[in-house]
C-alpha cells in the first residue's frame, strides 16, 4: 500500500491556481474560490461495488470521503466545501473537517442532491463559481484540483472524466451558470451533450480517480490514498493480501 506522500495539503506560496481574475469597470480583482458541493448516499448503501461487507463499506465509503474532503479543504482554489447528505455519522466526521453539511431534502438521488446543495450554496453567494466533486477521490491531491478547477471555462460549465473515460468526478458551473448534472454510468458522454465542456488539463489523475471496485481502490492506492483511507485498509477485508 502506498500512502498519498507527506505534506501533500500543505498550501505552497506563489501563485493560486484555479482563482479567476475579472475586470469590473477597468479595476482587476480576484474571486474568492470555488464552492464544492460533495454528495454522499448514507454509508450503509454505499461502495456496494467493492466488497460483500457492509460494515467494511461503510467504513471505506466513510474513509474515502473524509480524505477527499480533507484535500478538497486544503486546496487553495476552494473556498469551501458542502456536502450533501442524510448520514449522520458522515455528517459529524466532514463537519469536524469545515466542510457545511446540507440535509438531503430531495432524497431524490444523487444528481437531485447536487443540484439541492448547489442551490445552498448560491443562496449564499449568488454570484459563486460551483463544482460538484465525487466523494470517493482517496488519492486526491490539493494542487492537483487546483490545476483542474484552472482548466474551467469562464462561462458556461466544464467537466472531467473519471479516469476509466466512462463517467465524471469534476463538473463545474461558473458564476450565473446552473450546475445541471448528469452523474451516474456514462456521465461523461451526458455532460458533453448537455453543452459542457470536457476539461483536459495534464497531471490530475488524483481527480480522475474515483473508486467503485476492488481494482479502482487498487489504482488509487498505487497512487497513494490519504491517512483515512491508508488505515481503513489496512484493518479491512479489503486489504491487499
Known sequence: MCPRPSGGFARAGGAEPGRRARRDNGAVTVDAGWSLVV???PLPLAKTRLTAGAAVRAELALAFAVDT???????????DVTVVTDDPAA???????????????PADGLNAALAHGAAAVRARRPGAPVAALNADLPALR???????????PEAGRG??????????????????????????????????????????????????????????????????VGPRTAAAVRTSAASPG
Open 39 to 41: 454528495p454522499l448516499k
Open 142 to 152: 490539493p494542487a492537483e484540483l487546483a490545476v483542474a478547477l484552472a482548466a474551467a
Open 159 to 224: 467537466f472531467l472524466a473519471d479516469a476509466d473515460g466512462v463517467g465524471t468526478t469534476l463538473l463545474t458551473a461558473a458564476p450565473g451558470a446552473d450546475l445541471a448534472p448528469a452523474f451516474g454510468g456514462a456521465s461523461r458522454a451526458r455532460h458533453r451533450a448537455s453543452g459542457a465542456v470536457e476539461l483536459t488539463p495534464a497531471g490530475v489523475e488524483s481527480v480522475r480517480r474515483d473508486v467503485d471496485t476492488r481494482a479502482n481502490l487498487d489504482a488509487a492506492l498505487a497512487l497513494g
Open 91 to 105: 455528517g459529524a466526521a466532514l463537519a469536524a473537517l469545515g466542510a457545511r453539511i446540507v440535509a438531503d431534502t
Open 69 to 79: 474532503v480533507s484535500a478538497a479543504l486544503a486546496c487553495r482554489a476552494v473556498r
